[in-house]
């Protein structure tokens, strides 16, 4: 069973992917490990949009979440105080100092996932076993939102700029990733086309 960020990042693939393929691309797939343009090259979804590839990159960021009561439930990993930043990769590992998705990822775009889940790691992993229809009438994404970003122009501004930011470490197993913290008015004040999708969750089950 999955738990902690590879949790995250696999519910939040999981979500999206419906929410492609209930907007019309019915080609929508997520890439896996390995394959060619593949998760080493930074890339997690792919769909086609008048006949060209469109390559995606995940980031959930579980710092959405509105109500005090459950922010403050440590059972509740994936449900952290909407904090108004991006989190941003920098560095993917503190030992070889690799650069983060933010410089190499192939994506053409950024899905950006902001989502609150009001279940503890336990009961969410469960339902990540389960098949879609129980998935996703069980899951319970109590907010949600999606910021398209073009990676190419973001990259751009990002490496003239990201100096200025908060870093943060995150350990993942042996070792730590840095990421920099970006309010998200730094950001859309700089790219003209963020998109943002709300809600995304009740699309994604077809609901709309």
């Not at 691309?25 to 086609?48: C, Q, W």
């Not at 590839?53 to 509105?66: H, L």
């Not at 319970?140 to 870093?167: A, G, K, Y």
């Amino acid at each position: 069973m999955l738990f902690g960020a590879p949790l995250l990042q696999a519910v939040s693939e999981r979500i999206l992917l419906g929410f492609l393929r209930h907007s019309g691309h019915s080609d929508a797939r997520k890439i896996m490990p390995g394959n060619e343009g593949g998760k080493s090259f930074g890339v997690d979804l792919t769909y086609t949009s008048a006949s060209q590839a469109v390559r995606i990159k995940v980031k959930p960021d579980p710092y959405f979440g509105v109500d005090p009561v459950k922010i403050i439930d440590r059972s509740l990993s994936f449900y952290r105080p909407d904090a108004s930043h991006y989190a941003f990769e920098a560095i993917s590992n503190n030992l070889t100092r690799e650069p983060g998705w933010m410089f190499n990822s192939q994506a053409d775009q950024l899905y950006y996932y902001f989502v609150a889940l009001a279940q503890t790691e336990q009961e969410i992993s469960a339902l990540y076993t389960e098949p879609d229809e129980v998935f996703f009438s069980e899951l319970q994404v109590e907010r949600d939102e999606l910021h398209i970003l073009p990676l190419l122009e973001l990259r751009r501004w990002f490496e003239e700029n990201f100096e200025s930011f908060t870093p943060r470490p995150v350990a993942s197993g042996d070792h730590s990733a840095w990421f920099r913290l970006i309010p998200r008015v730094e950001v859309s004040s700089a790219i003209a086309s963020v998109t943002t999708v709300s809600p995304v969750f009740s699309r994604a089950k077809g609901n709309t």
